[in-house]
């Protein structure tokens, strides 16, 4: 599958991508790899994403998942 979305890494390993032309924070080990067609995600605050005929699409905001320490 070729991803038609722009996607990087930081230096402090946090996931981006542009989406609807704007910088977007993906996650940092919340982000499937190697990205998919249909994987899907939700990050540290809440942010849904989904990779959909091959673009990385947030699919808005939920309850972010619980962490076990």
């Not at 609807?20 to 249909?38: F, M, S, Y």
């Amino acid at each position: 599958m070729g991803l038609k979305t722009r996607l990087w890494m930081t230096g402090s390993l946090d996931w981006m991508a542009l989406i609807d032309g704007k910088e977007t924070w993906l996650g940092k080990r919340d982000v499937p790899a190697p990205l998919e067609e249909g994987d899907a995600w939700i990050n540290q605050v809440g942010d849904s994403f989904k990779v959909i005929n091959g673009e990385i699409i947030l699919l808005g905001r939920v309850a972010p998942p619980e962490r076990e320490w």
